[in-house]
């Protein structure tokens, strides 16, 4: 396999045709083809099937397809490192961070961050499992700070645990339900979720049909921005880190439900993709989200 002819692929995959990858590459439908054809041969397997509808990538291309991105991200990312350490441009990290530490470590983590390496680009993303573990495999983020169950995690991510975050349900100030003692009072109440994979709030819902055989009402949302401000200005109720709904800017308006039992607290720690290095950037953004999430305290 060569670096030209994954590189076509992944074209064909973005254009949705050949003609589009070769216009978008500069090349001729042929010479394009031609690659393909050949990174075809190397692996003695059929990539993709044209068709009325287009290109259509087949199990074994669409596998590559993964492989393909992660492996060129990594060339891509090791080139950017050797012209910074030349003294060229500078590198880039790509992080996804939770909720909750977006709220706590993270402005503490990026003015440190910018005071030693200047000339590294950073850009930050929304640290949810469901958009976390496909950047992680197809070498989007370099890696992530959240909230996971470890033994969910597909064996390329590696978890390395660094602490336990709490997480309640959270009302506006004054809602009705606020004194509520035990979880079935709060059948009452209509929910605004983020039920994506792995979250804490698909982890309640699960919990409470274990424990009790509770059903809640529920009104999905996979905006934290969208969920806060429906909660603040509604009588929904939500849920997800203390820590974040007890800050006073996110959680203004807010207030948490302390007289019930509480949910059992979950890991948070560091996913990246096992046996892939991180780049020097990368590296030291990791060590300051250890050395300053260690220093919160998450779990009351």
Known sequence: MKDHQLRALLKVAEEGSIRGA???????????????????????AQLLVRSYRGVEFTPAGKRLLTRARLALSTLDKARDEIRWLQGGAGIQVTAAVTTAIASTALPMVLNEFERELPD?????VEGMLTTVLPGLLEGHFDFAIAVAEPEQLPYE?????????FSEPVAREGHP????TD???????????NLTT????????????????????????????????????????????????????????LSCFDSLPRFPSHALGILKLRGVPLN?????????FKRHINELVLVP
Not at 157 to 165: D, G, K, N
């Open 280 to 288: 020097l950037g990368a590296e030291r953004l990791v060590a300051l």
């Open 177 to 180: 339900l606020l004194a509520a």
């Open 157 to 165: 991510i590696a978890f390395e645990p660094l602490t336990r975050i």
């Open 198 to 253: 792995g979250s804490s709030a698909q982890q309640l819902v699960s919990w409470l049909d274990t424990q009790a055989g509770l059903s809640l009402r529920i009104v999905r949302c996979d905006s934290p921005l969208l969920m806060i401000e429906l909660i603040r200005r509604t009588d929904l109720v939500g849920f997800g880190p203390r820590v974040f709904f007890e800050d006073p800017l996110s959680g203004c308006g």
């Open 120 to 124: 590294v680009s950073l850009r930050f």
């Open 183 to 193: 979880w079935s009072q709060m059948l009452d109440a209509r929910w605004v979720l």
């Open 22 to 44: 070769a216009r978008a590459l500069h090349l001729s439908q042929s010479a394009l083809t031609k690659a393909l054809r050949e990174l075809e041969t190397d692996l003695g």
